[in-house]
């Protein structure tokens, strides 16, 4: 039987939700898959929610990580009363670092962060407030996010290393992308996929692209190779689309 299918299969089973709480007492939900001491959190973008993540989390849980999706306050599982305003977006970074001290909690003994979009830039803003996170990507970057400036945080972010992945196709991201590449101060990799998808879509457009993240999180930006995915023998296209399933900031799922 396709040791990939079965892979998917037992992380399956081993997803599920979970409730956690954000530094000002914000109730969250997340999507937690898989099992072991390498910790990666994963960060929808704006309008979009953990379900997002579906099956990219399940892929990373085959290749041995301990995958947390989180919803961000106002989206998803994380409602507010009302619409998110700037002041929201300045503390969802701790909704992050508080999905890295869950995985932690649960003998993750590091953490990495992937970000889509928008949530790259909160996911580089936890980053720079939580020394512990080993490393970060940021699939289709924004240079901003309501207030968040993903310049200043990677100042702070220091010398650890830094994935950043966009479309050629898309013009938005591949500026920022390479924008953004050279105020890195660590390791870096800037991989520009062909095509015009954006966000979490990248991993079905970019049939390689597992491999290069899974490559990355084992420690390839230490010039070792780790291990590589094991679906990167997959075509990405067999995943179908990724719609969302979130709702946007604000709005009652």
Same mark, same amino acid.
């Given at each position: ?21 954000? $530094?000002?007492?914000? +109730?969250?939900? /997340?999507?937690? #898959?898989? *099992?072991?001491?390498?910790?990666? &959190?994963?960060? =929808? !973008? ?78 580089? $803003?936890?980053?720079? +407030?939580?020394? /512990?996170?080993? #490393?970060? *990507?940021?699939?289709?970057?924004? &240079?901003?996010? =309501? !207030? ?82 094991? +679906? ?22």
């Amino acid at each position: 039987m396709n040791a990939f299918l079965i892979a998917l299969w037992t992380t399956a089973a081993l997803a599920g939700p979970v409730k956690l709480k954000s $530094a000002d007492g914000t +109730a969250l939900g /997340a999507i937690e #898959s898989g *099992t072991g001491t390498k910790g990666v &959190v994963l960060v =929808h !973008g704006e309008g979009k929610s953990a379900a997002d993540w579906q099956s990219v989390a399940g892929r990373l849980a085959g290749n041995g990580f301990h995958v947390l999706a989180i919803d961000l306050r106002g989206s998803g599982t994380s409602p507010l009363s009302a619409a998110a305003t700037d002041t929201d977006w300045a503390r969802m970074p701790d909704d992050v670092v508080a999905a890295a001290a869950w995985l932690r909690g649960k003998g993750a003994t590091e953490v990495t962060l992937i970000g889509a979009e928008t949530g790259g830039a909160v996911a580089v $803003a936890a980053a720079a +407030a939580d020394p /512990a996170v080993v #490393s970060v *990507t940021i699939v289709s970057p924004a &240079v901003t996010a =309501h !207030g968040l400036k993903i310049t200043d945080a990677l100042t702070a972010y220091g010398k650890r290393p830094l994935l950043l992945v966009a479309a050629s196709g898309d013009t938005l991201a591949s500026k920022a992308a390479g924008l953004l590449e050279p105020r890195a101060l660590g390791p870096k990799l800037l991989r520009l996929s062909e095509g015009k998808s954006s966000g979490v879509s990248l991993f079905v457009t970019d049939p390689d692209l597992d491999a290069v993240v899974v490559g990355w999180l084992n420690g390839s930006w230490k010039g070792e190779e780790g291990p590589r995915s094991t +679906a990167a023998s997959v075509k990405a296209p067999e995943l179908g689309p990724i719609d969302t399933k979130g709702s946007k900031l604000g709005e009652t799922p």
